[in-house]
């Protein structure tokens, strides 16, 4: 499985867009992004995923490059209860048939929302 | 609350000594998967059981082995503790390939430690 590159961590004052980034430069065609989040003291937590192109739900955005190289999630309005540790993964799958997927979790970005 | 119950919610126990631990899976879902997440790191695959049978398997060694019962749930039995088996053990549930399903929802884990 291709390999993700995060940011250790970020801060984001809350209310304002938090935007994520996520490198992951030898992912391969078939394989997607997802984006899992832990908040302490829990088990990780689905956000959205995605192959090549722009997904929304009603907890995020994922925007990917062209050359799918990188990625961004999107929280578009974050609140205290967004804080966590945020997981960009890739792997096989289907837009709507993943989820037993084995995921590689890496480090993660830890966020902290600032009141 | 995801549907899905891990036991106990923590365990202390001697280096040498066996433990096992204990999934209930979200109503429906037919494949469970554990991780194992040491501190400060992101969770790590140990294996998957689909129909009692294991299906895929990370690079854990033999001492970590489990079992799916007909009712889906499902046990981590790990043999000949070591201190670096001290972490927080995850189960998540699923649905199949083939199947359209969503994500795999996650319990909250069991923090075993090792002494």
């Known amino acids: 499985d291709a390999k993700t590159t995060q940011p250790t961590s970020m801060d984001c004052a809350e209310g304002r867009a938090a935007n994520l980034p996520c490198n992951h430069s030898t992912i391969s065609g078939n394989e997607y992004v997802y984006w899992y989040r832990q908040i302490h003291s829990q088990g990780p937590q689905y956000i959205i995923h995605g192959l090549k192109n722009n997904e929304t739900n009603e907890m995020a955005s994922l925007i990917i490059t062209e050359d799918r190289k990188s990625s961004t999630l999107i929280l578009p309005h974050a609140t205290l209860r967004d804080t966590a540790v945020y997981y960009c993964i890739v792997g096989r799958g289907s837009i709507s048939n993943f989820g037993n997927e084995k995921l590689t979790f890496g480090t993660g970005t830890r966020l902290t929302i600032i009141p | 609350e995801t549907g899905v119950t891990q036991s106990p919610t923590h365990l202390i126990k001697t280096r040498g000594q066996q433990v096992t631990l204990r999934c209930s899976s979200q109503?429906?879902?037919?494949?469970v998967s554990w991780y194992q997440q040491a501190l400060g790191q992101g969770p790590q695959f140990i294996f998957q059981y689909y129909r009692e049978e294991e299906n895929g398997r990370g690079n854990f060694p033999p001492r970590f082995s489990g079992l799916q019962f007909p009712n889906y749930s499902s046990e981590l039995n790990v043999n000949a503790l070591e201190l670096d088996d001290s972490a927080l053990y995850l189960c998540?549930?699923?649905?199949?390939?083939?199947?359209?399903?969503?994500?795999?929802?996650f319990g909250q884990g069991t923090r075993l430690t090792v002494v």
């Open positions: 998540a549930s699923s649905l199949e390939w083939g199947q359209k399903n969503t994500e795999a929802f």
């Open positions: 109503s429906g879902h037919n494949t």
